[in-house]
């Protein structure tokens, strides 16, 4: 569990002025939940698959914010400063996958989402605290393409949308 904060989260126009404003459309920040699942394959690399849940916020001009949802799937590769067996294990990470942005009003079953490719790229600190127990502490910034292009209205769209996660957890350890 953590913090989702959106960075260069200008989304673009929506091509109206309201008493002499653009109109732009923004995301904001959020929370985030995060399932992930390890693969420890070498004695300092591995595999992560993950699964994430933004709760951000959709900003439209001068209107106010709505509530919206952000839904990804990861895969990255762990490279561990230390051996399989010990209790500390800083790591850094990259990878690749999706991020399926749902807008206000429509749910991950309605079929209504923009998806977009994404990579990642992070680092933390695993911590055994018993046998099958541990906690985790997680940075990693997903980049990905912004949402809600011309075909949606929004004009004047530049740049990548960066998804900086800070984290922490616990983890099952088998």
């Not at 920040?29 to 951000?56: C, I, P």
């Not at 749910?107 to 989402?113: E, L, W």
Request: aromatic share 14%; net charge neutral.
């Amino acid at each position: 569990m953590g913090a989702g904060i959106l960075k260069n989260n200008d989304l673009g126009s929506l091509g109206v002025t309201v008493n002499g404003v653009e109109q732009r459309l923004s995301v904001g920040n959020g929370f985030r939940l995060s399932a992930r699942l390890s693969l420890n394959t070498w004695e300092h690399f591995g595999h992560e698959f993950g699964y994430g849940y933004n709760h951000t916020s959709l900003q439209v001009g001068t209107q106010g914010s709505v509530g919206m949802g952000v839904h990804q799937g990861f895969y990255d590769f762990m490279v561990y400063a230390t051996p399989t067996d010990s209790k500390v294990r800083p790591f850094v990470c990259g990878g690749g996958g999706f991020a399926s942005f749902f807008p206000p009003g429509s749910s991950a079953f309605s079929g209504n989402g923009i998806t977009k490719f994404s990579y990642n790229y992070g680092g933390g600190v695993k911590a055994k605290v018993t046998s099958i127990y541990g906690v985790r502490f997680d940075i990693r910034d997903y980049v990905t393409g912004k949402p809600f292009g011309s075909s949606s209205g929004v004009t004047d769209v530049h740049g990548l949308l960066h998804n900086v996660e800070v984290s922490a957890g616990f983890e099952i350890l088998f």
